[in-house]
């Protein structure tokens, strides 16, 4: 059980490809999220229900209709939000297994009859193996995915990659405004990446600040070649990021969809702890100043202060320089 959000369902996809490897026959009931099941339902040889949490408990009433009179081996507890919580208790199991008590929050450890193993400072994507382990599931090391495409989304990331040439994508927007980096150093950034012979594409989400952000960026250069922001499915979105030479994102879904494919990922992080919640395959390329943000704030390093405490501010984005990550550009298209 995750529903939420697509980056942690992108980690949570590498658990479920480590449970088919190892356990081809296992028959496995993924509850998911309504815009992450988009970009999951490709995967093979797993039943998905879909919990929208819009309709309230309307999707829980849902959700026990679809359970009704199954009984599984094994229930993956692996979101900690009340909402999930509380939903779970509609879904029989003879093993209900929940995170480790410091990872426990919102009453978590009373939907759970059995617990991961602890974990300190666990990158979110180490969290969610640790529901292999207890499972008893073998490792598989580095973690794979295995996220197909359909033949349309992979023939439109072909094509763009016939147009324009070899590309980058930028993809500017996180959940957050706060989020978000600047657009003028977007700007700055996509022009460093035309002057190495790249194009440079931007892509997002159809939401409105996806859409307001993109146009900023535009307003800062002419350099960029296409603008695909509210363009694409998420399917389209994945194979334009594995034809992808690099992508440039905060902390956002694309950038662990890039991930799944392959395609390093040079992050942008203040609010949140890279080593928690970074690129996994990319962490040596995240711009960050999460670090001297969070000292600021709580006045201890974070190996002092609870694992994944957040630094707060409207404006710890602009911390991050233009410079820093054309650095990082230069390493890997260099």
């Known amino acids: 059980m995750r529903l939420s959000a697509i980056g942690d369902c992108c980690h949570a996809a590498a658990l479920v490809h480590r449970i088919k490897t190892h356990w081809p026959d296992a028959q496995l009931t993924w509850i998911i999220g309504k815009v992450e099941y988009q970009l999951m339902k490709t995967l093979p040889d797993v039943r998905f229900i879909v919990f929208d949490k819009k309709q309230g408990k309307a999707a829980t009433r849902q959700l026990q209709a679809a359970v009704k009179d199954e009984y599984f081996d094994a229930l993956l507890m692996m979101q900690v939000a009340l909402r999930a919580n509380l939903a779970s208790r509609v879904i029989k199991a003879k093993e209900r297994i929940g995170f480790d008590w410091a990872r426990s929050k919102e009453l978590h450890w009373l939907f759970a009859n059995k617990r991961v193993k602890p974990h300190g400072h666990a990158h979110v994507l180490d969290g969610f193996m640790d529901f292999g382990d207890a499972l008893g599931?073998?490792?598989?090391?580095?973690?794979?995915?295995?996220?197909?495409?359909?033949?349309?989304?992979?023939?439109?990331?072909?094509?763009?990659?016939?147009?324009?040439?070899?590309?980058?994508?930028?993809?500017?927007?996180?959940?957050?405004?706060e989020r978000n980096w600047l657009p003028?150093?977007?700007?700055?950034?996509?022009?460093?990446?035309?002057?190495?012979?790249?194009?440079?594409?931007?892509?997002?989400?159809?939401?409105s600040m996806d859409k307001t952000l993109a146009e900023a960026i535009l307003s800062h250069t002419d350099k960029i070649t296409e603008n695909l922001v509210g363009k694409t499915s998420l399917h389209d979105m994945?194979?334009?990021?594995r034809?992808?030479?690099?992508?440039?994102a905060p902390d956002t879904g694309p950038a662990h969809?890039?991930?799944?494919?392959?395609?390093?990922?040079?992050?942008?992080?203040?609010?949140?702890?890279?080593?928690?919640?970074?690129?996994?395959?990319?962490?040596?390329?995240?711009?960050?100043?999460y670090d001297q943000c969070i000292e600021e704030q709580k006045g201890k390093s974070w190996e002092k202060l609870p694992w994944g405490a957040r630094a707060k501010g409207k404006t710890l984005m602009s911390r991050i320089s233009t410079h820093s990550v054309v650095a990082l550009v230069d390493q890997l298209l260099d």
């Open 137 to 177: 599931v073998p490792p598989l090391m580095p973690p794979q995915w295995h996220i197909p495409v359909p033949d349309a989304s992979e023939e439109k990331a072909k094509a763009l990659l016939e147009r324009v040439g070899p590309y980058a994508v930028i993809s500017p927007a996180a959940s957050k405004d």
């Open 184 to 207: 003028e150093r977007y700007a700055q950034v996509a022009e460093h990446i035309r002057s190495k012979n790249k194009a440079v594409i931007l892509c997002g989400g159809p939401g």
């Open 238 to 241: 994945l194979a334009i990021l």
């Open 243 to 248: 034809y992808a030479s690099l992508v440039v």
């Open 257 to 289: 969809m890039a991930t799944t494919v392959g395609t390093p990922v040079i992050g942008l992080y203040a609010h949140s702890n890279p080593r928690r919640t970074g690129p996994y395959n990319s962490l040596s390329y995240v711009a960050s100043v």
